[in-house]
């Protein structure tokens, strides 16, 4: 049976046109689940009861489960299992500007990026829009607050999951849902070229952040097996296109690894590939894994690397340290609690 967490508007109107009921009736379901949180169908008053029935009949309202969760200095870490056992996390974040949750969006991941925990677990399998959305209502519901913002940033590669992902953006983003402002929705990939294509023809006008973490084939190549599929300069052609159509900045992101991208040189490469274009550069200083190959660049080294974009005219942020004490930071999630 199909999860009701999984319908966008859109397709519950469809749902009710193809019984003959209508349409509006998607505004008023979605009232219920997302502003007044009753997910019992039979409580739904100003629904008839026929109509009632046929929900009881074509949709679960099943929910996975807040397995354990850890706390650290303005971070939760969430640990869900899902409904057929598998596991997946998600992270809470207190910010200045308001609460913001990292989403996963598979079990396990393909990409393979060498200095990535979450992608240790090959994956499992794509995560059901449900099982998104029901990562925010549950936090939501724990912490009794509503969330500000949500990153698709968590274990995953949300456009290995483009379908899904995009019917989540939608649903949290409908007025008449979860209401999070596209502003403050941020798609984060690894580069897949053609589903940045995709993304840009939607207009969503959420943001959309690149991991591109190296400035050279040769040094991405070496951390980030999908640049042998799409290299840099067909992923800066998208990005390029993405920014013409969409007229929104581009983030880019890049992780600080100790003496494999971080040099004065690869500084100035980056900023060579960036020049004049509508992005801005997040730093992110590498949490340590238990990967030993990798290791943090010192304060000095990323300052270096900061100094030198400034310099180069490219708008530029180191990112600031969460959740690492907890393994709640960018890189750690997992699949598995252990
Ligand atoms: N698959 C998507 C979504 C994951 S976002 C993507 O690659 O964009 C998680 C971000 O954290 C990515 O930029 C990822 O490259 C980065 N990251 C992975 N491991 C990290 C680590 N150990 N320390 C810091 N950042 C890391």
Redesign the pocket.
């Known amino acids: 049976m199909n999860n009701i967490f999984g319908y966008t508007k859109e397709m519950l109107e469809e749902y009710f046109f193809n019984i003959n009921q209508k349409k509006f009736k998607a505004i008023q379901i979605y009232d219920w689940l997302y502003k007044k949180n009753i997910y019992d169908f039979k409580l739904f008053s100003n629904i008839k009861k026929e109509v009632i029935d046929n929900l009881i009949n074509d949709f679960s309202v099943d929910f996975i489960k807040i397995e354990k969760v850890l706390e650290g200095k303005d971070v939760k870490k969430f640990l869900f299992r899902l409904l057929d056992g598998e596991k997946i996390e998600a992270v809470l974040m207190k910010h200045n500007y308001g609460l913001s949750v990292c989403v996963s969006s598979q079990v396990g991941?393909n990409?393979g990026?060498r200095?990535?925990?979450s992608g240790r677990l090959k994956k499992v399998r794509n995560l059901e829009t449900y099982e998104i959305v029901e990562q925010i209502l549950l936090i939501q519901k724990y912490i009794n607050r509503r969330i500000d913002s949500v990153v698709l940033?968590g274990i995953?590669?949300?456009f290995d999951n483009y379908d899904n992902i995009i019917k989540f953006i939608k649903i949290i983003n409908d007025a008449h849902g979860l209401a999070i402002g596209s502003r403050h929705i941020t798609v984060?990939?690894?580069g897949l070229v053609p589903k940045i294509y995709e993304f840009s023809n939607l207009d969503l006008q959420v943001n959309l952040?690149i991991?591109l973490?190296g400035a050279t084939d040769e040094v991405r190549n070496k951390i980030m097996p999908v640049n042998k599929v799409y290299s840099i300069s067909q992923l800066l052609t998208a990005i390029k296109d993405y920014i013409a159509k969409t007229n929104r900045r581009v983030t880019i992101?890049y992780?600080m690894l100790n003496m494999v991208n971080d040099k004065e040189s690869d500084a100035y490469s980056l900023a060579d590939i960036l020049k004049g274009l509508n992005v801005y550069v997040n730093l992110?200083p590498?949490?340590e894994?238990k990967n030993i190959e990798f290791s943090k660049s010192s304060k000095e080294r990323i300052t270096n690397f900061y100094n030198i974009l400034v310099s180069k005219k490219i708008n530029v942020t180191i990112r600031r340290e969460f959740g690492g004490n907890i393994k709640a930071?960018?890189?750690?999630l997992r699949s598995e609690s252990d």
């Open positions: 991941c990409m990026c200095f990535c925990e940033m995953g590669e949300p984060s990939t690894c952040a991991s973490h992101e992780v992110i590498y949490n894994t930071a960018c890189g750690q």
